[in-house]
Structures are given as structure tokens and as C-alpha cells.
Nanobody, 126 residues
Framework: QVQLVESGGGLVQAGGSLRLSCAAS????????MGWFRQAPGKEREFVAA????????YYADSVKGRFTINRDNANNTVYLQMNSLKPEDTAAYYC???????????????????WGQGTQVTVSS
């Protein structure tokens, strides 16, 4: 069982930066592949970024590639999403997700994840 708590959201002007954190409970966090998703009002939840439990591989949606960076600190049971050059279209609730994995792999589909956080709101003003 893993519980996830996101933090770090807020209001920022276009071009600014935010760093989201996702703190996980449980002793086996290091064996979970992690992902970030987001959901804007009236839209479906979409994939943003993923990282394997080893931290050796990352993957990004085209819309955030080059601007967002996902990384993790297994010693502190935390995964991060550094968001730079934010745009108004990045406005959404951001969710982290965890997938139990016997071998490290990138997961981009919601159905591949076992646990979800409650989300943190990011609002980018123009």
C-alpha cells in the first residue's frame, strides 16, 4: 500500500517556474515506477511525465518536453516535477501516481498505475 501526497502547486505568471513534490508512504517506494498526470477543467486527465523506479529512465509528453523535469529521491520517498517556462495552457490539477513494478518500465497510461494522490492545483496567468 502506498499513499501519495502532492504539494508545491500555486499561482504563477507565464514564464515562471514551480516545483511539485509527491511524498509517498510505504517502505517499498523505491520499487514503484512513478508518473505525473494533469487534468484541466472540462478535459480528460492526461499524461505529463514518468520515471522508472531506478530513476534511470524518464519520459515526457510532447507538450512539456524541454520545460519539465521529473526526478526522484528514493531515500526520501519523494518524486518531483520541476516545471519551467510555464504557459497558461499548463493550468491544471496535477496528480502523481505510483505503479508497482517488478522491473523498471515507463508507464504512460492511467490504467497502469495502482495508486494516486489527491492532486495539487497549478494556475498559470498570462
Amino acid at each position: 500500500q502506498v499513499q501519495l501526497v502532492e504539494s508545491g502547486g500555486g499561482l504563477v505568471q507565464a514564464g515562471g517556474s514551480l516545483r511539485l513534490s509527491c511524498a509517498a508512504s510505504g517502505r517499498t517506494f523505491s520499487r514503484y515506477d512513478m508518473g505525473w498526470f494533469r487534468q484541466a477543467p472540462g478535459k480528460e486527465r492526461e499524461f505529463v511525465a514518468a520515471i522508472t523506479w531506478t530513476g534511470g529512465r524518464t519520459y515526457y509528453a510532447d507538450s512539456v518536453k524541454g520545460r519539465f523535469t521529473i526526478n526522484r529521491d528514493n531515500a526520501n520517498n519523494t518524486v518531483y516535477l520541476q516545471m519551467n517556462s510555464l504557459k497558461p495552457e499548463d493550468t491544471a490539477a496535477y496528480y502523481c501516481a505510483a505503479a508497482a513494478s517488478s522491473f523498471a518500465s515507463i508507464k504512460v497510461r492511467m490504467g497502469n498505475y495502482d495508486y494516486w494522490g489527491q492532486g495539487t492545483q497549478v494556475t498559470v496567468s498570462s
